[in-house]
């Protein structure tokens, strides 16, 4: 029954159930009087049928639909009533069913005027159930995704170290957790992220105007590798009843991307819980808009609701940025492999494609990428901000794929290739460092960002050409080393934004407005990689130092913040706790101090947000829209 049809029946039943009997009967007597007036008229009106022939397209169209024996179709299929006949027979059926419908109606209503109220008022909630239900059945939201086998997923083990020490530390990395949990939760739950000085809810323009959990999601992993599964389980409530994407928000793809739907496939395929990977397809169905430019190189924000696109009014020439465009791989990969869409997969793979055929200057990509004209904005390339990422998921592609992209990994080592001639250098000191190329001319700073390349260059040293892993490995342990230093060399032992390498100055930084430290992960998660793969106990000496520090300078009784100026005994904050730093900053500790076994790398591959996507075991499966994997 149609829902409004439903609602006047409930509405009627109200009625007749507040009415006293002798106002029934003249209700009741009301509306007979009324039905055999519309009967009357209808019946004794003039048949008007053969003035209404230049209605016939419309009546020929429409008549049958409500009851034509007479109906049938031409080859085109168009619906047609045959003969003069059609309209008299048809106009007698039509009378036919009024009256049958009227004598329903008064019947119903002698009935109802018979009922107790206990028996109208138990009518009406039935119809209300009834309409509820069909509101539900309505909103009951995207049809289940088809089923996929789900990659083999090594079961996530305590990962409990053997040394007594490396355990104490780590359970006070899981307490420093529990705190920037616990602090969101009670002020800023909901919001994207907390002010911890405030203590209120916090967010920032690359996720628009809007207050989508992003700290929730961002943390879901961390809390379940960390053993927290009640807080995980409150953070999986939230996410079902009130994720919503379809708000007016204008926001970031990359970060909505690297944070939302990394997470939300990192907990998916950590717990197993389908709505996660249903929000994830959602929300990414949301971000293919932003592909709608004249190249298909994405633009830097989007608006979940409209759908419309542009760029950052900063970015070079109205540019896309490599970093944010070129981060997208690892997610994409996943979503066509759990859907079965391949769209996700063409459009970073288009991407990919229209990258390799363009010019590069010295070999080197530039930061900026107009996606109207496709081509190079300034000529800026940067291994930390707008360009990092970018090479860290060539690399993670190969990975991801099981080593079957061979493409991707092409890609990275010539791309490492150009890096390592034109942006490495050594500074006076000693010190390793990753410049930034601006037109030709090398900046010798390094920024906080750049710092994960330590760990990229560790993680890509078994499989690079020419027999060079132990020199990419060499190569990540002197990145580490020199971010170290730019630790090392502070007030608080926490490293500055970006530090320079020039007029005799080595790992520190010079402008105030370089000084903060923000809560960023960069240096301790190069820390983790090279743990993992040497074993050398000073990596975790360095994170201890660097766990400690935060704990010291930056925890407030309402979580976690960043400060402004490393350099000072007295430092102010900027009171916002970065999701961030729950997804990165505390997972990469807390691996650092775990055994290899928990999320091994034969397993898993981490995205730039330090969300677990476990490695595709393809095997003879051909993504859809893909080429067969070749090795
Ligand atoms: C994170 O959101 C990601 O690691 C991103 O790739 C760049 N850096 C921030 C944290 O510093």
Redesign the pocket.
Known sequence: MPVMSLFFRIVMNIFLATLRLSEKFILLLILSAFITLCFGAFFFLPDNSKHKRFDLGLEDVLIPHIDSPKEGKHASGQVVIHGQGGHDEHRHSLRDKIRADHERALQEAKEKLRKSREELQAEIQTEKNKVMEDLKKKDAGPKPLPPVPMPKVVSVSDGEPPEPDAKEKRDKIREMMKHAWDSYRQYGWGHNELKPLAKKGHSTNIFGNSQLGATIVDALDTLYIMGLHEEFKDGQEWIDQNLDFGVNAEVSVFEVN??FIGGLLAAYYLSGQEVFKLKAVQLAEKLLPAFNTPTGIPWAMVNLKSGVGRNWGWASAGSSILAEFG?LHMEFVHLTYLTGNPAYYQKVMHIRKLLAKMDRPNGLYPNYLNPRTGRWGQHHTSVGGLG??FYEYLLKAWLMSDKTDTEARKTYDDAIEAIERHLIRKSNGGLTFIGEWKNGHLERKMGH?ACFAGGMFALGADGSPDDKAGHYLQLGAEIAHTCHESYDRTVLKLGPEAFKFDSGLEAVAVRQNEKYYIL???VIETYWYMWRFTHDPKYRQWGWEAAQAIDKYCRVSGGFSGVKDVYSSNPTYDDVQQS?FLA?TLKYLYLLFSSDDLMPFESWVFN??AHPLPVLHLGNITLPGSEPAQR
Do not use: A, G, V
């Open positions: 690297i944070r981060t990092d990422s960002l960023r992960p960069e961030f990165e730039t947000e």
